[in-house]
Each structure stands twice: as C-alpha cells, then as structure tokens.
C-alpha cells in the first residue's frame, strides 16, 4: 500500500515535508511551517523554484535578494480571501519572519531559472465559482497555466461547501501525452472547518491495481501519484486545500474516469 494520506509530524514548526524522494516521485515538493509571533525560517531553494504561500497569518518576507515586506492578512483560511505569496527562482533564499502566528506552505518542483521573483496576490486572484449543483466549489488561482509566473509549479486553492464533491467529475493526469494528457504529481494540503471534523478523498486508477479512500482531518496532506482523486466534505464540515502540481511539462490536461464523464459532458 501507497503512504499516500500524510499526517502532520507535530503542530509548530515545521509540521510537513514532501520530497520527491519521500513520495516516491520526480518533481512536486511541499511543506508546511506553523510559526508563533516572533520566530523565524529560511531555508535555499537549490535547484527548486518555490511559491510561499501564506495560508493564515502574517510574516515579512525577505527573498532572492529583496525584502517583500509583511505579506499576508487572512487570518483564518476560510474568510476564503485572495492568499498572499512569493514566488522565488532556484538558486536564492528566503527567510519569513512572523508578526502573527501563522501558517506557511511552501510549495516546490524544479526550477529553470526562466522567472524572476514576484509577489503574487492578493490583487489579481478572484475567488471564481466552478460546477454545479452539489460539485460546486470555489477557486483561488494562484499560479496556475494561465499565470506564466513559474518554470514547473501549478499552484490554486479550492473551497468545497458542506456536503460538496470537488476534484469531481473524478479525473487523472498520469501520462505524458500533450495535447491528450499532462504528466502532474499533485499534493492536496487539506483543512476542515470545524477543525474536529473530516473530509473523504479517494485516489485510484480505472484498473483498481489503485484504490484508496482516505478520511482526511484538518492539516492532512494526500499525495496524489497517479489515478482519479475526488474529494467530499460531508454535511456540516466545509473543506479546504492547497493543490500543488509538477511535471515534465507546466500544462493541465486531463482525463475523466469514463463512468462519470458524462456529468462532465452533461454540465459543461
């Protein structure tokens, strides 16, 4: 079995760290700092280009040479608000000190030296409604095809309602067939709200050789290798995450698994 469904290793500090090797992939990084007023981290980005990515709180930033000043002003992730992030090349360094007690992913795949430092958001990302019915979920983009910010990382947020499907009509990108299909590893960094309930998400491929249903709590984190991934929040619990993706080639081109495509079909 797959160590596919992450648990956070303590509650401040550093709190996760996917590497490719941990993961048992090629390119997709991701870790999580919980930090308390007052403390500070910095770390070299080597041959990763990294987006930080403040979930809550607030830090001032220095990075790649410049000083960024105090970004972030959500304090709780789900007043659902443009998030603040720095987008850093390989080869340069980062340090986030924290005015606030605040929650810092930072988000890594190769870098190619082809972008140069920037802050992304608040300004420039909309919260945006996608699907219907109950697979209605909202969208913050924070670097995503669209945004030419990175060599390698896709990088959004998602807000599933209560009782809400997303990642859904259930889709894979596990092949390198551009146009067809992209080749992208992907990590689900998860919240729930109230933080003592749970979420369900289900990786698995059309053979079944994969097939694996997880409960995630609030702070899990689920690699996704390969296979469909869809997620639901059950009833009373709205859900968050943080997807990070990376591969060969910085484009999202997917497959739907052929038993829902036709929802696909029907709601498009």
């Known amino acids: 079995m797959l160590d596919l469904l992450r648990k956070p290793f303590g509650t401040h500090g550093k709190v996760h760290e996917i590497t490719p090797p941990s993961a048992g992939w090629r390119y997709v990084g991701f870790s999580l700092y919980r930090l308390r007023a007052g403390e500070s981290v910095s770390e070299v980005t080597g041959e990763n280009e990294v987006i930080l990515v403040m979930v809550e709180g607030k830090a001032a930033i220095d990075g790649a040479g410049q000083e960024w000043g105090v970004l972030g002003d959500r304090m709780n992730v789900f007043e659902k608000t443009p998030p603040h992030c720095l987008y850093l090349p390989n080869g340069t360094n980062w340090e986030v000190r924290a005015e606030t007690d605040c929650t810092v ?110 409960a995630v709590a609030d702070g899990d984190v689920v690699c996704v290798p390969r296979g469909h991934h869809p997620c639901g929040a059950p009833y009373g619990f709205e859900m968050y995450y943080l997807n990070v993706m990376a591969g060969p080639l910085r484009k999202w081109r997917f497959v739907p698994d052929p038993a829902v495509e036709w929802i696909m079909e029907r709601d498009g």
């Open 105 to 214: 992913a930072v988000c890594s795949a190769p870098g190619k030296g082809g972008h140069i430092a920037r802050r992304i958001g608040p300004d420039g990302i909309t919260l945006t409604q996608r699907g219907k019915g109950t697979n209605t979920r909202y969208i913050n983009n924070i670097a995503m095809e669209n945004e030419d910010y990175c060599d390698s990382l896709l990088v959004t947020e998602v807000f599933t309602p209560a009782g809400h499907w997303s990642s859904y009509p259930s889709h894979r990108h596990d092949e390198d067939d551009y146009p067809r299909i992209t080749y992208l590893e992907e990590t689900y960094y998860h919240r729930i709200n109230p933080a003592d309930g749970f979420g369900i998400q289900r990786v698995y491929t059309d053979d079944r050789l994969l097939d694996e249903a997880m």
